[in-house]
Every structure is written in C-alpha cells, then in structure tokens.
C-alpha cells in the first residue's frame, strides 16, 4: 500500500514477521531511543512476540529502506492492542506514522475489534499528541500497565 500522506517520497507499508530482520533492526531502534528517555526498560507486563502479535507492518520508503512499524496484539473481548509503533526520527514527518496507523486500524476491524488500545510512556510527548490527533482518548491505564506511572493509556472505537 502507498500512503497518499506521504510528503515528498512514495511510501509502502505491508505485512512482514514480527522477527524478520528488518522488523527486529526497527524494534532494536525503538528500544535505544525509548530506553534513553527513561534510562532503561521500564515497559511493564510482557513484551510483545511473534506469537503473540496477530499482524505486523513495516513501512519501507521509495528506495525500500525500513522506516517504521506496527503491530497488533489481541487483548480482552476481542480488542487489539497496538504494539511497537515506531517511526524512524530521519522519517517522521513523511506520513509514515500516519500510513502505518491507518493499516492497523483495518487490520484491527478484519480481525472483528470493536476498539483499539495503546500504551505509551508519559514522557513520549510527540507519541502522545500523534495519538490524541488520531482520534485517541485517554483511558485508564489497562491490564499491565495498572499502577505503572510511566505509562499513559489510550483508547479509539473503531
């Protein structure tokens, strides 16, 4: 799929394994940043797996380089919980974060999900305003992520 948002560059976002070796290189990327803003992995409950994710995209630029991901994780009666949403710092701002949201909310509406949740840490400012400007409401923190006070919780009926 190309992303009409796209800026200046044609942007494709497919399914790929979540342990390909592009998905691992954006993941490992996603976690160097996310760990020097809190000083280490404070991400509660259990980390995201390929058995445990029933889709994820990779976006990829017009040279097919990798520039971000996203996942979807099912979670109680049938929601989806978005997992490892990243978009490269040198790629943000093409509409890459954007393309990749949109695929997961279809995604999330084939898998039969009434809503989509997320989780995201208090200290993820650019994170926090991209959601709340998709269409996103703040939620109390959910499952794992109850009493976690690095985390902020969010919430979009499909």
Do not use: W
Request: charged share 25%.
């Amino acid at each position: 799929m190309t992303t009409p948002e796209a800026s200046s560059q044609s942007i494709t976002i497919d399914v790929e394994h979540f342990d390909s070796p592009d998905a691992q290189r954006l993941r490992a990327a996603q976690r160097i940043e996310i760990d020097s803003t809190y000083g280490g992995d404070t991400e509660p409950g259990d980390k995201p797996t390929a058995e445990s994710i029933a889709v994820f995209f990779v976006a990829r630029d017009e040279d097919g380089t990798p520039i971000g991901c996203g996942g979807l994780r099912l979670v109680a009666d049938g929601v989806t919980e978005i997992k490892r949403m990243y978009v490269r710092r040198e790629s943000r701002g093409t509409g890459a974060a954007t393309g990749i949201l949109r695929r997961l909310e279809e995604a999330a509406l084939d898998l039969g999900s009434p809503a989509l949740v997320l989780e995201t840490g208090t200290e993820q400012k650019r994170a926090i305003r991209f959601y709340e400007r998709e269409g996103f409401s703040r939620i109390a923190n959910f499952g794992p992520y109850v009493g976690a006070p690095l985390s902020a919780c969010y919430s979009k009926v499909l």
